[in-house]
């Protein structure tokens, strides 16, 4: 009998023994799981944070012009820094918004009865501010300027001939100091704009100002009557809806325009120079070309950037 209870107790030993040798076999093996998943679960977060992607453009010195109508009647305009949240602003929204899988920001524009001063048509457009919040401090020519962009047109309706609606992508805008809108008795500060870049039927097209009348006096230069359009110039290479680079580079009395950096377009002459006259702010985005029903447009910026 008491030979029986010490093999019963060696019995029972054994089986304690390699339970617990089991148990911490299963928690190794739980363990090295846990491990295992929490390593899968970075990966798949360090991917899902590489798919998502930002725009490489500051918006502190921009402001916006929409096709939504403001309280007063007019287009709505966002200016710093209310225009840094426009991921979350319910008025730009439909108009200014992310594409987070190839790092865009995307203008939209429609006709709509939101319109501009001296225009027909509607845009989603950024205005340079060289102050924030401030559209009275700009630059001339002989003060210079530099703008690159890096953009695509994503999406764009089409006319009832089959061609596809023009838009401008790019601007330099003329403006009238306030001492000189008094002079000429003007109501506001508008002058015309030296530069308007198209995307035209897959090409990007060029167009500027040039005088009528070389001989006119400082004074009647600040008309716009004293302007008129150029013939326009095609760059060669068709960007189609393919991403693409702009740049534009202003100095005192010439200007040139750069398509992915291999298509050159120099303006200089009497027209240029005499245009130092004005003060000028750069512009970017879509300004939709068109007031056919149900047409529309979608322009990509990836990035965009100003220097002076």
Not at 94 to 122: E, H, I, Q, R
Not at 134 to 152: C, E, P, R, S, Y
Not at 179 to 203: S, V
Request: hydrophobic residues 35%; contains cysteine.
């Amino acid at each position: 009998m008491k030979r029986y209870k010490v093999f019963r107790r060696e019995i029972l030993s054994i089986i304690l023994i390699a339970f617990l040798a089991i148990s911490a076999t299963c928690q190794d093996k739980s363990s090295n799981k846990s491990g295992e998943d929490i390593k899968i679960d970075k990966k798949e977060k360090k991917k899902k944070r590489k798919k998502y992607k930002l725009p490489n453009i500051d918006l502190n010195h921009w402001s916006v012009t929409t096709p939504e109508l403001n309280d007063k009647g007019g287009a709505m305009n966002i200016e710093p820094p209310e225009i840094l949240n426009y991921a979350t602003d319910e008025r730009l929204i439909p108009y200014m918004y992310n594409d987070s899988t190839s790092g865009a920001l995307v203008f939209y524009s429609y006709p709509s009865d939101a319109t501009t001063a001296n225009t027909k048509y509607t845009r989603s457009e950024l205005r340079e501010q060289m102050v924030p919040g401030d559209n009275n401090t700009n630059w001339t020519f002989a003060q210079g300027g530099v703008m690159k962009g890096k953009l695509a047109m994503e999406q764009v309706s089409r006319a009832s001939d089959g061609k596809y609606h023009k838009v401008i992508i790019m601007q330099i805008h003329g403006r009238l100091t306030n001492e000189q809108r008094d002079l000429i008795g003007q109501k506001d500060n508008n002058a015309p704009p030296i530069l308007k870049i198209y995307w035209q039927d897959g090409k990007v097209r060029v167009k500027t100002k040039v005088l009528k009348n070389i001989s006119v006096t400082d004074e009647e230069l600040l008309h716009e009557d004293a302007w008129d359009d150029d013939n326009g110039f095609n760059f060669e290479q068709e960007v189609g809806f393919r991403t693409f680079t702009l740049e534009v580079r202003v100095s005192e009395g010439k200007m040139v325009i750069v398509l992915n950096n291999a298509e050159y377009k120099v303006y200089e002459g009497v027209s240029m120079r005499r245009w130092g006259i004005f003060e000028n702010y750069f512009k970017a985005g879509n300004y939709f070309q068109s007031r056919d029903e149900g047409s529309f447009a979608k322009v990509k910026y990836y990035e965009l950037e100003v220097t002076h």
